[in-house]
């Protein structure tokens, strides 16, 4: 018994480091040791792109500092065999998904290689940053790597034109893209895209968005790209969060696009800590093998005969497999029915069902416990700086919540009938999530076919079917655990217990087939160790720091001007946690942002708001046209802001007129426009409303007031800017 006990133990404990460690399961390419001629190297990429970025300052778009990085960007160019040109546009673009139009003058810095004829494959990456940091992998990354590849392939005898775009204003909305689809008269000869990007500074380069239908982009990328990291889901999964790439511009022409990002830690992500010390060479490396490979097999193969769409996953980083989407969403069907007579025959429907179901939906609710306890004496995102520390709080539970359902909900349900019902519902939510997002059924059918083969052949050797059914749950963690642990750096800032279900869908089948065992050891044991893994690991998420070095806490403080009431305001944007700053500091919102923030009076410090005037005005079907000349009056950015019902239609400069993306019902309209140039500048507004909208003029420079200094020395030592850097705000309103 106490040999079992320890066995069991063992085991557990076994699954939860598997859990802890599956990051690992991934490997990337180590940059080449000594210099190659012909193959990609992440070291002499990185040496440009230090050379580039120069003394690594922040490089909004239109900016002095943008314009140092541009010219050390053609010279660089220059240095790579590629002969540059410069466009120069005052252009605006409207975000799909939300309701803004970002305008700023862009010049994009384009060349091309290759043979005068043919269809143009374009490799782009936008080389503007944002006013938080130095931007090394966003998009730096992109920019070595275009640099590097472009030098690799300059030597080749090509078969069709081969374009490199370094955009601007890119992380104002797309702007510099929106100008090269609109202006430059290479845009109408190109085909094919490949774009590169970064929301974090490490992990593997994942192939996350294609073209739609996906096969001729997928068909490339499957037989080109050495280490894929790549599946159909993240289509489905890369729309839940709020970012948008250069290929939301893109993808509205008939292009074949497949788009890269690096993804992992994003806390250093639009910060000052996006450095070129931070960019993790591997990542660099596996973004370039593949920019290299896809490059060469676009200019120099012929399409692959492929069409439709497909269902595509990588295996460990190392082979992509797929399947066209019917013949898959038929596969899962059959799969489900076959699970659905098993588990009638083996009356595994009632409680080994429910055991299953609440095993899974059950460990979301532990872990969502767990952090419920926490957030009682734990404040803001108190898991950014180890994060591994939680997520085995997080698989825990789950253990906690599978072994109280396998003991309480079906005792005695038996092995056979445990796994029928796993199958089932691992089938069932496999078919209900595919009809929201059709690529994940690819990860649903490979793992029951091996557990219904067993199931077959266990009729002639019974002990076929143990034997599958581990190797089914091998199967199962080996594809699902590295697409949770991207899902987990794609969600870093929670709520962690989301992670939970799926936790639990990689595990229970590994505890279904230690379920002998289990029975082996006295039950009061069990529950006593399920209470252990939810305790002791929370205990110590409750003990561990909040933030590092590496992983600081986002701190942004900003001065808050209303020129209207004359007032000053301090604000700290931060995850919520208190501010170490005397005086009284409340949770408030503030005209300029949604985002719930810390806030204090400060003292009156005036700054001088930008102006808005209309110029002209006239009615339009269905409302009326404002021409607006803006004066920035030293903003270095300026945006307005309307109520949600202001019903805004398009706006922009002319010849730029954008419309605004449908958004949410409570979305207010924003119009931005950012850099020197907008000063002076003039935009139409199209308002679908005959009586006067109130327009907040929100007008920001980059730095704060001498009176912040206190703050700033008080700011958290392991806390810094992020998304923005610490600013100086104006608020007027104006009626239009
Ligand atoms: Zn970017």
Partial sequence: MVRSGLTLTAALLLLLAAMALKGALITLPMPPAAATADRFDAHRAAARLARVLGDERAHPVDSAANDAVRGRLIAEMRAAGLEPRVSDDFACNGLARGRAVGCARVRNVVATIGPRQGRHLLLSAHYDGTFAGPGAADAGIGIATLLETANLLRGRELARPVTFLFNEGEEMGLIGARAFLERDPLASRVDSALNFEARGVTGPATMFETSQPNAPAVARFARSVDRPVANSLSTGLYRLIPNSTDVAVFEERDWTILNFAIIANETR?????????????????????????????????????????????????????????????????????????????????????????????????????????????????????????????????????????????????GQRRMRTAFWLLFLAGGAAISVLAPGAAIYFLFPPIVAAAGI?????????????????????????????????????????????????????????????????????????????????????????????????????????????????????????????????????????????????????????????????????????????????????????????????????????????????????????????????????????????????????????????????????????????????????????
Wanted: hydrophobic content about 50%; overall charge neutral; some cysteine.
């Fill in 269 to 413: 992500y639009h910060s000052a800590g996006d450095d070129l010390a931070a960019l993790d060479r591997r990542s660099l490396q596996h973004m370039g093998d593949q920019a290299l490979a896809l490059a060469l097999d676009f200019a120099e193969r012929p399409a692959p005969r492929a069409s439709g769409e497909l269902l595509y996953a990588d295996l460990l980083g190392r082979q992509l497999v797929t399947l066209p989407l019917l013949p898959g969403l038929v596969l899962l069907g059959l799969l489900t029915t076959f699970f659905f007579v098993a588990a009638w025959r083996r009356r595994a429907i009632g409680r080994p069902l429910g055991a299953a179901a609440i095993a899974i939906f059950g460990s979301g609710g532990v872990a969502w416990a767990g952090q419920a306890i926490l957030a009682l004496f734990r404040d803001g995102d108190y898991w950014r700086g180890h994060p591994w520390v939680a997520e085995l709080a997080v698989y825990g539970s789950v253990l906690t919540a599978c072994l109280l359902a396998l003991l309480v909900i079906a005792p005695g349900a």
């Fill in 456 to 736: 077959l052949l266990g009729r002639r050797w019974p002990a076929a079917e143990t034997a599958s059914a581990i190797a089914a749950a091998l199967l199962l963690f080996l594809s699902f655990a590295p697409a949770l642990h991207l899902f987990e750096e794609l969600m870093s800032s929670g709520p962690l217990w989301m992670f939970a279900p799926i936790g639990a869908v990689i595990l229970l089948p590994a505890l279904i087939e230690l379920l002998p065992l289990i029975g082996r050891v006295p039950r009061m044991f069990v529950l006593a160790g399920a209470g252990d893994l939810f305790l002791l690991p929370w205990t110590a998420v409750a003990l561990t720091p909040a933030y590092s070095v590496d992983r600081q806490q986002l701190f942004t403080i900003e001065y808050v001007w209303d020129s209207d009431e004359r007032t000053g305001r301090w604000a700290v944007n931060n995850d919520g946690a208190p501010v170490p700053f005397a005086a009284d500091w409340t949770r408030a919102e503030l005209p300029h942002s949604l985002r719930k923030r810390w806030a204090a009076p400060a003292p009156a410090i005036p700054v001088d708001a930008p102006v808005v005037e209309v110029a002209a005005r006239r009615p339009v079907e269905g409302g009326r046209r404002l021409t607006l000349r803006l004066r920035t009056n030293g903003a270095e950015s300026v945006t307005l802001i309307t109520p949600p019902d202001a019903a805004l239609r398009a706006a922009g400069a002319p010849g730029f007129v954008r419309p605004f993306g449908p958004g949410g019902p409570d979305d207010r309209y924003a119009v931005r426009c950012v850099g020197r140039s907008c000063d002076g500048a003039v935009f139409d507004v199209v308002i679908g409303r005959a009586d006067p909208v109130e327009f907040t003029v929100i007008g920001t420079r980059a730095g704060l007031p001498e009176a912040a200094a206190a703050l700033v020395a008080a700011r958290p030592a392991l806390a810094r800017p992020q998304y923005a850097p610490d600013t100086t705000l104006s608020v007027t309103r104006v009626k239009m």
